[in-house]
């Protein structure tokens, strides 16, 4: 079995459901808080986990309880966590989310020892790198460290997958180049392209990443789909699933582990991008981030039901 690194964020979710989002100065009552595990990086390597993929998590946890939580969570998704790093002086990540009652979601990370993760840590893990087939980043941490693990990863010929969430203000130009696969959201596409509503200027903005380096470009378009252009400027449009919305995070943190997983069992960017629409279908309808996150088996009834239906 091909093996998936993830480098990246862990941290615990504080999530509150809302009727709606609030406003800049406004106060609004909720019921309950409800803590469940989080963090792109960390969803991304429990969904690799829970689809049954082999799979190792290197990221940075404080000593704490949230640490505790984490760790819980992907070692029951079956998540390699033995070299995750733990800090003496910072707390484990935190994210404030809101869900709204259209099932969106409003996101502020503290990011806590996410912030440390570094090039030595990078270093002191390239042995694991070297053994991985597939390498899964996002931008939670040190933007300088996500450049420099990305490109030992393309040294040793790795496969590299780049979910650029959250866009930093500056995107470092030279990552593009170690980059096999992007998957942007449509409004992450238009800030890391410069270009105004890029859903009506698709190819455009995913030509312009291209032309940047990246191979295959893959755009989430929440009900409108995916799109995908390969290496080969192939196009593809997949319809999305008619789903009940109750809460979107860590959708797009699935759908990019089942698709790194799909691709290391040799499957097409387009079957990989059919699988994994499937697997956020479900991440939607289920609420939290760690806490919806499917099983292999429960997507394969998923499918069926699906294809029975059709
Ligand atoms: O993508 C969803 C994730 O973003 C949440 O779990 C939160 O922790 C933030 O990292």
Redesign the pocket.
């Known amino acids: 079995m091909k093996k998936l690194l993830v480098i990246g964020?862990l941290?615990l979710?504080c999530v509150v459901n809302v009727d709606h989002t609030p406003v800049a100065g406004e106060t609004i009552i909720c019921d309950s808080m409800n803590m469940?595990p989080?963090?792109?990086g960390?969803?991304q390597a429990c969904a690799a986990g829970k689809l049954g993929a082999d799979v190792t998590m290197l990221g940075a946890v404080g000593k704490d309880m949230y640490a505790d939580i984490q760790k819980s969570s992907l070692s029951q998704a079956g998540v390699d966590i033995s070299h995750l790093v733990e800090r003496d002086k910072e707390s484990t990540?935190l994210?404030i989310?809101t869900v709204n009652a259209e099932g969106d979601?409003s996101?502020i990370?503290i990011q806590g020892a996410n912030a440390t993760l570094s090039e030595k840590d990078i270093d002191d893990n390239l042995e694991l790198i070297r053994q991985s087939d597939i390498v899964i980043f996002q931008l939670?941490v040190p933007l300088e460290t996500v450049l420099y693990a990305a490109k030992k990863a393309k040294e040793f010929e790795k496969t590299v997958i780049l979910d650029p969430?959250p866009v930093p203000k500056e995107f470092p130009e030279e990552l593009y180049r170690y980059i096999d696969i992007i998957k942007p959201n449509e409004t992450e596409l238009g800030m890391l392209t410069g270009i105004d509503n890029p859903e009506q200027h698709l190819k455009e903005a995913v030509d312009c990443l291209k032309k940047k380096g990246v191979k295959d470009v893959l755009v989430t378009l929440g009900d409108k789909g995916v799109y995908l252009e390969d290496k080969n400027s192939e196009t593809e449009r997949i319809p999305a699933m008619k789903v009940q919305a109750v809460d979107t995070?860590?959708a797009?943190?699935s759908f990019t582990a089942a698709l790194a997983i799909m691709l290391a069992e040799g499957k097409s960017l387009r079957e990989a991008a059919i699988f994994a629409n499937y697997v956020s279908a479900i991440v939607v309808t289920r609420k939290g981030?760690?806490s919806s996150i499917p099983t292999l088996e429960e997507v394969k009834r998923y499918i069926e039901q699906k294809e029975m239906a059709v």
């Open positions: 964020s941290n979710d469940i989080g963090g792109k960390a969803n990540g994210a989310i979601n996101i990370v939670e969430a995070t860590a797009g943190d981030a760690q």
